[in-house]
């Protein structure tokens, strides 16, 4: 309780009508003590007016500021009866007020009162303000973040950028003329399973397809003259690529990543030769088909 007890006194200390003291009963005080029925400690009691009452409620912090509120109704250190204890700009506003009538002193209440009641408004308000302006931030933020998803390999210099400090998965897949649009919407969403379920193994890999014969001299710089689909690793801050030599499907590909995540899958450096040509984006529908000649 002392802690609370000298606590109490701080938030005091400059009350000018209220005094939060102790007494050694065991010492100096025991005169005193016995004089005012004192019989177990702590004892707490209240003097106002001449008059001493016993407290017998709470002990913590909050229940005596409450009690102290209440029974000894604690004046601002800045008074009447205390101007030295004001500050500068808190004296003139108290010495105006002395000079006002009684009638011009309940008119400025009111009118503070009123300001008081509008500036709470405002600060309501604001905080409404705030908080709307935070939500657009969240979303304004939103905006600029890359939702993670496969893509198609466009350029070099995009490819790099999506791949930087990652290893990156890339599938060749076959021609759009030998495997229509339902055939590629099919193999793409097998990438899409396979970086789903590794994003709940938070695992860091960007996913890219392009078209099997669209990057003819980075495929023979590769060694993926066996046909598509294909699928590489590449990691360029490593320097480093390995190829999937099993078939194409969801498990088949997560396994050949974890093989690469424990050092198991056979890794070469990258050629320098290996760029990406640039691509023609996919409109997402079958191949119109190629135009005869005329003999």
């Known amino acids: ?121 405002q600060v309501v308000e604001l905080e409404k303000k705030a908080k709307k302006l935070a939500e657009s931030l969240d979303l304004i933020k939103a905006g600029g973040q890359t939702v993670e998803k496969v893509e198609q390999l466009l350029n070099d210099e995009d490819w790099r950028a999506h791949c930087e400090g990652r290893t990156c998965l890339v599938a060749f897949l076959p021609h759009i003329y030998d495997d229509g649009a339902k055939g590629r919407n099919e193999k793409i969403k097998i990438l899409d399973d396979v ?15 392009t078209q099997g014969g669209d990057q003819f001299e980075m495929e023979e710089a590769l060694g993926l003259q066996f046909g598509f689909p294909a699928v590489i690793a590449i990691n360029f801050g490593k320097n480093r690529f390995g190829v999937h030599r099993g078939i194409y499907d969801k498990e088949a590909i997560t396994q050949f990543l974890t093989s690469l995540s424990r050092g198991g899958t056979p890794l070469a450096p990258i050629p320098a030769s290996a760029k990406a040509s640039k691509a023609d984006p996919w409109d997402g529908k079958d191949a119109a088909p190629p135009a005869e000649e005329d003999l």
């Open 195 to 209: 970086m789903k379920a590794g994003k709940k193994d938070s695992k860091n890999i960007g996913y890219l397809w």
């Open 1 to 121: 309780m002392q802690a609370d007890w000298d606590q109490l006194g701080k938030a005091f200390a400059d009350t000018p009508n209220v005094v939060i003291g102790q007494v050694d009963c065991a010492g100096n005080g025991q005169s005193s003590c016995g004089e005012h029925g004192v019989q177990g400690y702590p004892t707490l009691k209240t003097w106002k007016d001449g008059r001493m009452s016993d407290y017998n409620g709470g002990r913590d912090l909050g229940s005596l500021k409450r009690e102290v509120e209440k029974k000894l109704d604690p004046r601002p250190a800045c008074s009447l009866e205390s101007k030295d204890a004001c500050k500068p700009e808190d004296r003139k506003i108290l010495e105006e007020s002395e000079k006002m009538s009684k009638a011009e002193r309940a008119a400025k209440i009111k009118e503070v009162q009123k300001e008081i009641e509008d500036s709470k408004k």
